[in-house]
């Protein structure tokens, strides 16, 4: 009697499994205490966003998909490991790069616990400093000093050219 059960038994486990390896990860059906950081399996980021509640008066979040798509990584949620190490909050609405200009928080996204370990969260704030002109290794690199300082300094600098066509003194044609 043991074995006709323990196939019926089998074949339904093996369903279960079967279905949360094809299931898909859509941004709109996370809950939002993880959807910021999280990428969709169309490769899309999620992000948290507000809403009026339907007694107009009441403020609700909602995951939604964004049109930034990621290179290199689907179907993730970040670890809480890794939102902790790099200083970021997942019940922030919106990402800015102006988070770049706070100290602290270059200070932890530059740790190696972060930038080393957590490539989904360096992969974002790499492609928001580039926005702004800003090579995050070299921000990190100038930040062990000042990290504002260092931002500020590579924003008005002529460091933030893109390296491709920058000129060297030595390379530089000679003024006719």
Known sequence: MAPSFKLPYVLFLSSLFLHAALAELICEELPSDVCAFSIASSGKRCSLETDMGKDGKTVEYQCKTSEVVVERMSDYIETDECVRACGVDRNSVGISSDALLDPQFAAKL????????????????????????????????????????????????????????????ATAPSPV
């Not at 957590?118 to 990290?147: H, M, R, T, W």
């Open 110 to 169: 530059c740790s190696p616990s972060c930038y080393d370990k957590c490539p989904n969260i360096v992969d974002l704030y790499f492609n928001l400093a580039a926005g702004e002109g800003v090579f995050l290794p070299d921000l990190c690199k100038a930040s062990k000093g000042n990290p504002h300082r260092a931002m500020l300094g590579l924003l008005s600098s002529g460091a933030a050219i893109d390296p491709m066509f920058a000129v060297s003194p």
